[in-house]
């Protein structure tokens, strides 16, 4: 059947999940938009509608293209349309009512244009009660140093999907032993490529699977900074 004869409305949830994934796979951001919705009505909590809709459809999209079934236009496509349905969960996820936390900067490294990882991580910390600064895409070392002494976080960030891309994050790191600030924060890395034992090689403080793993993260090493600030009055 072609797609404009589905009504997507009429479909079953597992059915309207299966047909997200094959959208977002053909980047169709109206349709992506509609479902979001539709599953919101339904009484999905928008975390099920972004890691079960969204973020799957988006693991397959990235296996077509690393095999090259799928190329950057259409990726990009499929990109926009995550986006699309990423947009109208946003505030359901920030407006949990969650206390304060504290204040993360985050934002994906030089040479890096991925976003679609670092602004999911930035919706759920907001949703957890941080403050969220995001740098975008792109940035040099000095967007992090500007960034950490005009908004003094807690927290820094850094996400990178490049194998070529993920070394930066060392040259942040370093600049900021350089300048003897490292220890006044904490570091978390993520994306696709890296894991643990790159974490600890450029001397983050932890690699971060995904956006929830984050979430928990932060929030332990928040209450490990208060537990010792009130350890040392
Ligand atoms: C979408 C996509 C694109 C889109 C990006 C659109 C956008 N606005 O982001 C477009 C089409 C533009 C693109 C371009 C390119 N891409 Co691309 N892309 C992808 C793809 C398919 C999905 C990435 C994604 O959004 N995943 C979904 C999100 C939710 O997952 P995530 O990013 O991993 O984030 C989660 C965690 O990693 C973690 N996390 C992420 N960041 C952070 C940060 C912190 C602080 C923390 C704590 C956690 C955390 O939490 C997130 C949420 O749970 C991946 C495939 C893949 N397997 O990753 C390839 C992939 C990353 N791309 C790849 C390549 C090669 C490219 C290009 C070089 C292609 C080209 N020839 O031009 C360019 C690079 C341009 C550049 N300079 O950056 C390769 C990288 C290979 C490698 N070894 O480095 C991949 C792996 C595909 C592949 N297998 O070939 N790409």
Redesign the pocket.
Known sequence: MADDDIILSELSDDELVQQMHDDLYDGLKEEIEEATQILLDRGWVPYDVLTKAL?EG??I???D??DGILF?PE??L??NA??AGMTILRPLLAATGAPKQGKLV?G?VK????????N??GMMMEGAGFDVIDLG??NPVENYLDAIEREQPDII?????????MPYMKVVIDTMKEKGIRDDYIV???????NEEFGKAVGAD?????????VE?AKDFIARKHNSLAAGV
Not at 111 to 118: L, Q, S
Not at 188 to 194: K, M, Y
Not at 206 to 214: E, F, H, K, Q, T
């Open positions: 973020v988006m693991r999209v990235g296996i293209f690393r950057v990726v990009l499929s990109a995550m986006k985050i994906t040479g890096d244009i991925h976003d679609i990882g670092k999911l991580v895409i792109n960030g850094m996400s990178a999907l490049l194998t070529t891309t978390l890395v993520g994306g696709a490529p890296l932890a690699y971060c699977r995904d956006a929830a793993v984050a993260t």
